[in-house]
């Protein structure tokens, strides 16, 4: 069963930089698709980023292209979303997640694609 921990969410200024990272474990990375999502209050969980493992492809939402970045270290079963110019629209929960085989037949941006997630990081941006 593979597990996903997020870590490095927080408070940040607009304008500002912040990294988050995802960790998995009990099962080898290679060959699944990892993405990010989040979710504000009172909003439907969105896209935000996805990287195709054995591709090398990524994929980002119109709202963050150009500020985010996704990337992994397979050695390390580790994903990283790293943040710039940050807004206060970017407010949200972040989370993580893994697909499988069984459902690698769906888009990798769509949250039917992943089947594991993350518990979430709370990401806080001033104005």
């Known amino acids: 069963q593979v597990q996903l921990v997020e870590s490095g969410g927080g408070l940040v200024q607009a304008g500002g930089s912040l990294g988050l990272s995802c960790a998995a474990s009990?099962?080898?990375?290679?060959?699944?698709?990892m993405g990010w999502f989040r979710q504000a209050p009172g909003k439907e969980r969105e896209f935000v980023a996805a990287?195709?493992?054995?591709?090398?492809?990524?994929y980002y939402a119109d709202s963050v292209k150009g500020r985010f970045t996704i990337s992994r270290d397979s050695a390390k079963s580790t994903v990283y979303l790293q943040m710039n110019s940050v807004k206060p629209d970017d407010t949200a929960v972040y989370y993580c997640?893994?697909?499988?085989?069984?459902?690698?037949?769906?888009?990798?941006?769509?949250?039917?694609?992943?089947?594991?997630w993350g518990q979430g990081t709370q990401v806080t941006v001033s104005s």
């Open positions: 990287a195709a493992w054995m591709s090398a492809n990524t």
């Open positions: 997640a893994i697909d499988t085989p069984r459902s690698s037949h769906y888009s990798i941006t769509t949250i039917d694609r992943y089947e594991v």
């Open positions: 009990g099962r080898t990375f290679s060959g699944y698709a």
